[in-house]
């Protein structure tokens, strides 16, 4: 049997059922936060299969785990994997499939082609989503080192655990996360659902990830004067509701006016005094703005805040703004890109290049080694909900890619 | 000495200071919600003034303090007053002026000229602030019949206290509210800051009300498609918070384009699910939108409603509207209006007619009398804040309009 027979869509199915039943939440979801009992039975679960395939396993100092199949010629190595914990609540694919992915890939290559010239692994990321903790990308920060020092006791849960006490609660010592950090990976490779509709529009089973989004968030907090609904003329007001519609228009044009791929979304929103007959004093909003390419994102940026300043200067508002979360694009490597096209041409799978507007652990990963993803179609470009869906015939057609790309830089 | 001499500046400060002691919040602040012991402190004081004067005191059934001096004539009677409660915090000003202008307008009337030919009375409004209880017009209702029977025991203040129990607590019935009721009272005048920045910007003292606006309160509900704000591009989401700017501008303009004194307020607003990443689902926001006019008060209503009905459709968007509250204009007697302008005219006080944005008790009490409003002016046209002022100066020339107005008809 080739590769691509072995990763059947039977296979997949059964592993992402499997994983999806430590966490499941209601009919379809997955509720499986880093450090949790159910995290840690998922984990447990794909270390077993590692170790069913004969890997060597090891969970490293921040819980990745992990499965080694040592090459013959030894080297930096080529690694798969993606992330286990969710949104809260969100579904059964998103990391999990990566995951899976990176499991039956190797099992494929090892079953058809025995140990590799170079060392595979296999890694199931610890956490990505930022649900429990705003620990973003924690496994895959471990890995490059990228953890600060003071952030195991400065990150909280809802209920006041920080994230060191969540670590040592499931045998975990946080002072030895520095340990968890590898300058040995050659190759990064990640599958992921898409989360959009990109592909599903296109027809297409699987997408080759050219870059991986820039993206800034940003706090917009415009000052003006609270004032009598009924008593203050319209002239003489000091609106910060009426200056936060004028800028969210205008972001929302911004992006719209750039074309794809820019997206910028206006999520949240504060008012005060928020009462129905005063002029507010205070309206906070986020402006979320994303372009993969550096020169369009930058235009965008400075779009959005040129707009933000002359809309503040014309109504009399004092306009602060704060940049809360700033990941500059990520360019996939150009080199692991032409090999996974070619795998799908290789194996008659359609698939087009494209970019990922939501970031990866893969963007982290970036620092120390070069990256590559494969994205499978999402039905309905749904993510990050229990609703979130990917046929396993779309998802063994993304695994059988990986496999034959692993199988061309490890063989 | 003529009414206009016994009235001064230095009377009206005291007056108003001593009322302000209770309930007094931070520096010029006040905090007197409707049944609170500050309250019934101010109550009494308000019913020990009455009765220095001679007046004969009663408290009717929903806590209103009625000071009564027997024309001798008799039938319907002039009667004067505002109301006794505040915002949280509010200023000392708002209410408590048109109580202290009511008492010391009889007072200087009894002083210089005796008996009345026509019953004259002052009335010190228990609630018209809803800053405890949804209870909007308490006191005046009750007046005119107006509060249904339901309404004691269905409206809460943020303790979980029903305005029946926090009657009860101050020795009221609530069983007996309907005996507030009266149907002989020929004229209520009513002087009140004008909480806006017209008379100010005039360089006026004193405003004579010709309408008091309409007004109505809508609640807009924008339902789209939560989606990630990456992952989705801008030309396929289903995005209300982007329907709701543009609907905020639009509705904005919509009150610029017409003029003064058209008004349109958006203060209140609640997105979900509110995050940074997330494409909204659901954007609810306010309408307040005023006019004293009936025809272009239902002409912005109705470019309103044509803005969210075309946003929502071209975006595809649900909109569900609600309309909250809905108090059709109010004009003021126009015999009652010429004879406040002709007192100013004759005390030689500078004063223009003009239009009320915000709702007061004289909206209610035109159910079943004549009505008139005196304005004076506000600085910096603020109000329901502690930073609310009026000079005593010009409160006392409001009240000598108020005085003479009454002398008008009384005697």
Redesign the interface.
Known sequence: MSVAEIIDARTVEDHVMALASHGAFGETGVWRTVYSPEWSAAQDLVASWCAELGLEVSRDAVGNIWGRLEGTEGGPSIVAGSHVDSQTPGGRYDGALGVVAAVLAVQALKERYGPPRRTMEVVSLCEEESSRFRARFWGSRAIVGGIEPHEPDALFDDSGISIAEAMRSVGLDPARIPEAARADIDSFLELHI?????LE?AGLPVGLVRAI?G?R?TSIELVGR???????????RL?P??G???V??GA?GD??RMG??????????A?E????????DRVTF?I?A?HPDPEPLALLYRSHQTLISSVAERRGLEANTRI?LDFPPCVCDPDLVRLLEAAAGELGIPAMRMH????HDSQQMAARSKVGMVFVR?IG?R???PAEYTTADDAAKGIQVLATTMHELAY
């Not at 794809?260 to 929103?269: D, L, N, Q, R």
Request: charged share 15%.
């Open positions: 898409e989360q959009g509709p990109i529009d989004t993206l968030h609270s004032d009598h609904a009924g008593a203050r003329p319209m002239a003489s609106d509701m009426a936060a519609a004028e969210i228009s929302v992006a719209l794809p791929p820019a997206v910028t979304t206006i999520g949240k929103m008012v005094p928020n009462l129905t007959s005063t002029v507010p986020t979320d994303r809360l990922s507007g939501a970031g999402s470009g993510s990050h909900t």
